[in-house]
Nanobody
Framework: QVQLVESGGGLVQAGDSLTLSCVAS????????MAWFRQAPGKERELVGT????????YYQDSMKGRFTISRDNAKNTVYLQMNSLKPEDTAVYYC?????????????????WGQGTQVTVSS
């Protein structure tokens, strides 16, 4: 019922900034809690953060606080992930996800809709 497409990934150097975008279609975007996850080589998928229907409430994994910022523009059906001071350990495939329940679930299984992912590679 909802399709998600991420973009904005690429190869950057340590210390650089990068903003990822996720465009949604198929349902009323404002009805969905959105989240960003990432999966690094050899590791399990982990939560980056979530944002509420209105964008007024955000939640971040402790390790992401201070460097990553999630925002959304419901008029454009888009959620963003701004990443600053990137480190090699941030290298991963980044995914956006959506769920109808407006709760900041940390478990990937709670999200019903997923994008295809976009690769972020940070060189040292």
């Amino acid at each position: 019922q909802v399709q998600l497409v991420e973009s904005g990934g690429g190869l950057v150097q340590a210390g650089d900034s990068l903003t990822l975008s996720c465009v949604a279609s198929g349902r009323t975007f404002s009805w969905y809690r959105m989240a960003w996850f990432r999966q690094a080589p050899g590791k399990e998928r982990e939560l980056v953060g979530t944002i509420s229907w209105s964008g007024g409430s955000t939640y971040y994994q402790d390790s992401m606080k201070g460097r990553f910022t999630i925002s959304r523009d419901n008029a454009k059906n888009t959620v963003y992930l701004q990443m600053n001071s990137l480190k090699p350990e941030d290298t991963a495939v980044y995914y956006c996800a959506a769920d109808r329940t407006d709760l900041p679930f940390k478990n990937a299984a709670a999200y019903d809709y997923w994008g295809q992912g976009t690769q972020v590679t940070v060189s040292s």
